[in-house]
Each structure stands twice: as C-alpha cells, then as structure tokens.
Nanobody, 126 residues
Framework: EMQLVESGGGLVQPGGSLRLSCVAS????????LGWVRQAPGKGLEYVSH????????YYADSVKGRFTVSRDNIKNTLYLELNNVNTEDTAMYYC???????????????????RGRGTQVTVSN
C-alpha cells in the first residue's frame, strides 16, 4: 500500500523557521517527482512546491519562492520542506503529494487523484 506520512509542523512565530518531513512507503520513491500542497482554513488546496525524482530540480509557487526550500533523500525515502521567514498567510495544513502518473504539471499535486498523507499543521502566530 502506498503511503505518505508528514511530520514536523507546529506553532512558529512570524519570521521563524520550520522543517517538514514526509516519509514514503509502498512505491519506488526515487522514480517519482513529489510535492507539497497546503490548505488554509476555509480555502482549497494550494500548490506549494515540488521536486523531480533525482532531487536536483525544484519548483515553487510564487508565494513561497525565496522563503521555502524543497529537498529529498532518496536513500531515506523522505521528502522535506524547509520554511523560512514565515508569515501568517503560511498558516495551513501541509500535505506531501504524489501526482497521478497520467497527470503532468503543478496543479496535479492538488487533484483528488493525487496520493496525499494526513498532513501536518503549521500555525504562524505570536
């Protein structure tokens, strides 16, 4: 069974940092691009970032570019998202996402057919 398990969320002050992790199992981790999406209260899923299978080409939404860093460890089957200089608009549930094989492009990570974990909550507040 394919599975994604996120961790690392929590309460952080504006301007602070946090690192999220996502451990994958049940599929060949190193053969798939993986991404992060988030959902703020009362809003839909928003694409955040993704990275190619080798881990050398990252992509970011404009809203997080320059502040967030995506990376992966293909030995540990783990995807990471480092959040820096966070603000209140970054408050959301963050999900690791594996897009459906027949879908290409950033929006695919938010589609219902994408595999996602249960998420990890990030709250930015004083």
């Amino acid at each position: 069974e394919m599975q994604l398990v996120e961790s690392g969320g929590g309460l952080v002050q504006p301007g602070g940092s946090l690192r999220l992790s996502c451990v994958a199992s049940g599929f060949s981790f190193s053969k798939h691009a993986l991404g992060w999406v988030r959902q703020a209260p009362g809003k839909g899923l928003e694409y955040v970032s993704h990275i190619n299978d080798r881990g050398d080409v990252p992509y970011y939404a404009d809203s997080v570019k320059g502040r967030f860093t995506v990376s992966r460890d293909n030995i540990k089957n783990t995807l990471y998202l480092e959040l820096n200089n966070v603000n209140t608009e970054d408050t959301a549930m963050y999900y690791c996402s594996k897009r459906s094989p027949d879908c290409s492009g950033r929006p695919c990570y938010t589609y219902p057919r994408a595999l996602r974990g249960r998420g990890t909550q990030v709250t930015v507040s004083n």
